[in-house]
């Protein structure tokens, strides 16, 4: 069975710090990975996904994350974060040939002035 | 705006009682997705339609059931419910041909309180 695990339920960060938002999953098999944002009020928007190839994968915003197949992490990541960048974050895994998608419980990112 | 719609945005009702939330997704997306967000779960995947029938199901309740309809929208249909159906139900949709790894998009959500 898969499983999605997100270490942090809340992230503070100053405006202009680096962030990084941790993920790791549980697979036996080979997986998809995404990472999706919802800002308050709204649906969950896909951020970024990671379905093969390059391991660093940029997405919108400035995010961008690295599969790490060893560790079996998906971190997200952005250089400089925005007080617009306040939402929650979340990480899913998918398997390819099956239609189920497992989110992570969430990580809130709270941007500080 | 994702193009996903969800019907009510806000809903009210005593336990016991039974409702239904409506989703139009995307003009041509043939995949519907149902998920439940909560406190205490986080997002739960509840059951995948594609193009009319049913392709995936997670952790629905025997007392929720869904359809998808030949113009493609979804409902989902909750009944005898109690006051731990109280959540955030999203409804998603994607085109449907390439599977898992497909982009989601999500409507707003219809909030479900349970007196």
């Known amino acids: 069975a898969q499983s999605v695990t997100q270490l942090d339920s809340q992230v503070p960060v100053f405006e202009e710090a680096p962030v990084e938002l941790r993920c790791n999953y549980s697979?036996?098999?080979?997986?998809?990975l995404f990472w999706y944002v919802q800002y308050p009020n709204q649906g969950l928007q896909l951020l970024l996904k990671?379905?093969?190839?390059?391991?660093l994968v940029k997405g919108i915003n400035g995010f961008e994350a690295e599969f790490n197949k060893s560790q079996t992490s998906f971190h997200l990541r952005k250089p400089s974060v925005h007080i617009s960048d306040t939402a929650e974050y979340f990480c899913?895994?998918?398997?390819?040939?099956?239609?189920?998608?497992?989110f992570g419980t969430g990580t809130r990112l709270k941007v500080l002035a | 705006d994702s193009g996903v719609t969800q019907t009510p945005k806000h809903l009210i009702t005593a336990t016991g009682q039974r409702v239904t939330l409506r989703c139009s997704p995307r003009?041509?997306?043939?995949?519907v997705y149902w998920y439940q967000q909560s406190l205490d779960q986080g997002l739960q995947f509840l059951i995948q339609?594609?193009?009319?029938?049913?392709?995936a199901k997670g952790n629905i309740l025997e007392r929720f059931s869904a359809q998808q309809f030949p113009d493609l929208h979804s409902e989902l249909n909750l009944s005898s419910l109690e006051l731990g159906d109280s959540a955030l139900y999203f409804c998603?949709?994607?085109?449907?041909?390439?599977?898992?790894?497909?982009?989601?998009?999500f409507g707003p959500g219809t909030r479900l309180l349970v007196l």
């Open positions: 998603a949709s994607s085109r449907g041909l390439a599977g898992a790894q497909e982009t989601q998009y």
């Open positions: 697979s036996s098999v080979s997986v998809y």
């Open positions: 899913a895994v998918s398997t390819p040939g099956t239609y189920k998608y497992i």
């Open positions: 003009s041509g997306d043939l995949s």
């Open positions: 990671y379905l093969s190839g390059s391991t």
């Open positions: 339609y594609y193009n009319g029938e049913e392709r």
